[in-house]
């Protein structure tokens, strides 16, 4: 999807014939400065070079772009490093930094529609992203490697990036690491190669993919690499956590889980599956990344393999990887769906039904807090996941369970390597169900009372 409209940055500067600088960011209140205006990315190649040694990542990005307005310069999102080279189709392209974004000024103004290639040399030690309120996202460094990870910014801590979910594209990771080090991250495996003590994993995204779902994981991992489906299954298992324990347990379990989540939503929609067991402590959340879930060690204590929380994530693969957020506002889409899944799964697994979450959740949830809009520091609270399920559960017993489910398979068939809004699920919705739906979603997602 394109970005073209955003706020500031749309001064005329040079160029002449109607060239003009694209926005700075998308616009989004809950991302400031995130993501930028005035064309869409189909493609990045990327091919970095970690040395946990001196910490420090040198990359070279090959971004094919297309252009959505004339362009006299344009933006791309990198946070640090220090930028050596920019092409703009093979030509010298100035270039500056303001704050996390990088200004590109190619040699001649870029017209409405022209496909282009960006190439960036950068490198330098990575620092994360802080925020006061969501924590820190983007890269860290381990003991043994490094985790580039975090919703909902963290890419543009390791490559420049158009770092907003409207402009999903198409990724080639290549990782370089020291011998004996794993470098985990999104896609199908496309071998290694070692060189001078150095050795190369490639990995290969050909599904649209939002840039918060890349990951890279470096590090001592136990690798297990199989098929499930006819398709690649790449699972990874920190070192220091047990061969035997409950991540790895629960990891085991993910083309099972897949499979029954395909059951209920569709076919999986992409060309890979996996996940990745970290065992930073810092990482106290999971996360979707595309194809290959993240998962801090908090979801796996004592000795029983938590499943739930990775039928959450591979849930996600549907409903926020596949059918992707227009903006942040919306994100009750993911989590409330993939709330909806742990019930789900949980049921099908021999626990909790879910009428009893159902009504566990309606009896605690607090309705001055609303699921649509809940302002930035309050993404991931319960109003998004346990009110978001809520309402999903609401519809299923408005419209009964064979359209529900016909609303779910639909939806995700028709946006697959998309995005949406909320107004675009209700509506889409109310069609299949052939009757209006608004007031019970205003009712479950945003009213002060109880439904
Ligand atoms: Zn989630």
């Given at each position: 999807m394109g970005v073209a409209v955003g706020v500031g940055g749309c001064t005329d500067e040079g160029g002449g014939g109607g060239f003009r600088a694209g926005a700075v960011d998308v616009g989004d209140p809950y991302v400031p400065g995130a993501g930028n205006g005035g064309y869409d990315v189909d493609h990045y190649a990327l091919k970095v070079r970690y040395d946990p040694t001196g910490k420090r990542l040198t990359g070279q990005a090959t971004v094919t772009v297309t252009a959505t307005a004339a362009l006299s310069r344009f933006d791309l999102d990198l946070a640090g490093l220090t930028v050596d080279r920019v092409l703009v189709d093979a030509a010298v392209a100035k270039h500056r930094r303001a704050g996390n974004e990088l200004v590109i000024t190619p040699a001649h103004g870029l017209p409405a529609g022209k496909r282009f290639v960006v190439e960036v040399s950068y490198g330098g030690v990575p620092q994360p992203l802080h925020s006061d309120e969501l924590g820190d996202g983007g890269f860290q460094t381990t003991t043994d490697g490094a985790i580039a990870l975090g919703q909902p910014e963290s890419a543009s801590t390791w490559f420049p990036v158009n770092d907003h979910p409207s402009d999903k594209a198409t990724y080639d990771i290549e990782v370089t690491v020291p011998d004996g080090l794993a470098a985990l991250s999104n896609g199908v495996p496309k071998g290694q190669s070692t060189k001078d003590g150095w050795t190369t994993w490639r990995w290969s995204e050909g599904t649209p993919m939002a840039s918060y779902l890349t990951t890279l994981v470096i590090g001592d991992y136990r690798v297990s690499t199989g098929t499930h489906a006819g398709k690649p299954l790449v699972t990874a298992v920190a070192a220091?956590?047990?061969?035997?324990?409950p991540a790895a347990a629960a990891l085991a379990r993910t083309g099972e889980i897949a499979d029954f989540l395909a059951d209920r939503f569709g076919p999986y929609p992409f060309d890979a599956y996996g996940g990745i067991a970290v065992a930073d402590e810092r990482i106290r959340y999971a996360l979707e990344t595309q194809t290959r879930p993240v998962y801090g060690p908090a979801f796996f204590r004592g000795d029983r393999p938590n499943t739930v929380v990775v039928a959450h994530e591979l849930a996600h693969q549907w409903f926020?990887?596949?059918?992707?957020?227009?903006?942040?506002?919306?994100?009750w889409l993911n989590e409330g769906f993939a709330t909806y899944a742990e019930w789900l799964w949980t049921e099908h697994d021999g626990g909790r039904s879910v009428a009893q979450a159902f009504a566990e959740r309606y009896a605690a949830t607090d309705w001055t807090k609303p699921s649509v809009n809940p302002g930035r520091g309050a993404m991931f609270g319960p109003a998004v996941y346990q009110r978001g399920a809520l309402a999903v559960h609401a519809l299923r017993r408005a419209v009964g369970d064979e359209t529900f489910f016909r609303i779910l398979r639909g939806w995700l068939a028709e946006r697959r390597d998309g995005t949406a809004t909320t107004a675009d699920f209700v509506a889409y919705a109310e069609r299949i169900a052939g009757r209006p739906l608004g007031p019970l979603f205003d009712a479950w997602l945003s009213g002060a009372t109880p439904p």
């Open positions: 220091e956590l047990p061969a035997d324990g926020g990887d596949s059918v992707s957020l227009a903006r942040w506002s919306d994100i």
